[in-house]
């Protein structure tokens, strides 16, 4: 058993390494303490509950998912940036079974709400930055929002099918592309 002090990083990337190979189901304190190397105690130090381990994994992973997708906040271009982080969480998903449908499934039905609170956490830095990449595409068209259609009902629908499209293991986004390409440009 390893001795040393071990850090809260080290915990969370033998649990990211767990949930990888058996997916969120399978983490629990002894199983994160095993693959660190260190005493059951070690994890409690720093994750008082299986809920607060889970939380803290799930939020590592859709900080590497979305940090995966680099700097697809600086483009000026709409298309180009939901491609790209379709293409990135998908890619980022696929380390880690079933990911993006049963990450919930980790919680005690008491913890749903922080479980969904950190997704939304993340969904909602990503729709921001959809939000910014937006109002930067100079390409839009000048009517293509109004009243009736605003520039954050967009995003959201934008956001929403393609975390459909996510959860239905689509391989691409083009259909999304179309209809965003037929109502903006």
Known sequence: MNKVITSREELLAASKSIAASQGLAALNMRAVAAAANVAVGSVYNYFPSKAELVTATVQDIW????????????????????????????TGAAEYPDFLRAHMSGFAAQDRKKARQTMEEAFGHMRASLEQVLERDEKVRPDAFGQDLTRQQFVAFVFSSLMAGLAREETDCAVLLAVIRRVLY
Do not use: K, T
Request: proline share 0%.
């Open 63 to 90: 900080r590497g998912i979305f940090h995966a997708a680099g700097s697809y906040a600086q483009a000026g271009d709409f298309c180009a940036c939901v491609e790209w982080l379709f293409d990135s969480i998908r």
